[in-house]
Nanobody
Framework: QVQLVESGGGLVQAGGSLRLSCAAS??????????MGWFRQAPGKEREFVAA????????TYADSVKGRFPISRDNAKNTVYLQMNTLKPEDTAVYYC?????????????????WGRGTQVTVSS
């Protein structure tokens, strides 16, 4: 079982930056045995993949829309995953969700993640 709590969202102007954090509490398995991902959902739209990182942190993958702007990282000693959001655009406005998967490798599909946080709102003004 994994509980995830996101933080770091807020209101920012276009071109600005935010760093999201996701603190995990895991029982039965170590945090490093989970792949972690970030997804987002804008009003009226489906939840979409943003970025993912393998359990060891050695492998990452990104949606084309954020590649080069939103690096994902993790600190397994702190049971935390981060999403650094740079050069933000109004179209990045959404609720951002952290998710954990038992699959260890970095994966991109919603159904491959077993555990989800409640989300944090990111709003980018133009």
């Amino acid at each position: 079982q994994v509980q995830l709590v996101e933080s770091g969202g807020g209101l920012v102007q276009a071109g600005g930056s935010l760093r999201l954090s996701c603190a995990a509490s895991a029982s039965g398995r170590t945090f490093s045995s989970y792949a972690m991902g970030w997804f987002r959902q804008a009003p009226g739209k489906e939840r979409e993949f943003v970025a993912a990182i393998s359990g060891s942190g050695s492998s990452t993958t990104y949606a084309d829309s954020v590649k080069g702007r939103f690096p994902i990282s993790r600190d397994n000693a702190k049971n935390t995953v981060y999403l650094q959001m740079n050069t933000l655009k109004p179209e990045d406005t959404a609720v951002y969700y952290c998710a954990a998967s038992k699959r260890v490798i970095a994966i991109t599909r919603v159904y491959e993640y077993e555990y989800w946080g409640r989300g944090t709102q990111v709003t980018v003004s133009s």
